[in-house]
């Protein structure tokens, strides 16, 4: 499942933060996903809490936090609303656009102790 290697992903960072913010426990993760990441919030809440126990993370909540996703419009040269990489423009209907945000997913924020 590609979820799980996220998962891991995650506690790998939280773990190198550890070391270089000087925290012991995880307790909360806010985590921005946005919608062209490929990833499904539900499997991924899964795994978190598949992987965190034994961790410094263990019995840390998961909240996600959606992205839009945004691209820019070729056609009408403007900024424009998307929510799957192949979507037309909702302005004009042109399919030049460019991905500017909403494939990416960072923690935003840690609850540490
Ligand atoms: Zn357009």
Not at 17 to 44: H, M, T, Y
Not at 79 to 105: F, N
Request: with cysteine.
């Amino acid at each position: 499942m590609h979820e799980m290697s996220v998962a891991e992903g995650i506690i790998q960072v939280l773990e190198d933060q550890a070391v270089s913010q000087n925290f012991s426990r995880v307790k909360k993760v806010w985590l921005e996903i946005g919608p062209l990441a490929s990833i499904d919030s539900d499997a991924l809440r899964f795994c978190f809490d598949a992987v965190i126990r034994g961790t410094l993370a263990d019995n840390a909540s998961l909240e996600i936090i959606g992205l839009p996703g945004l691209a820019w419009c070729l056609g009408c040269g403007q900024s424009v609303a998307i929510q799957q990489r192949y979507d037309a423009c909702p302005e004009c209907g042109s399919y030049h656009l460019q991905v500017t945000q909403g494939d990416e997913m960072r923690i935003k924020e840690l609850e540490v102790e």
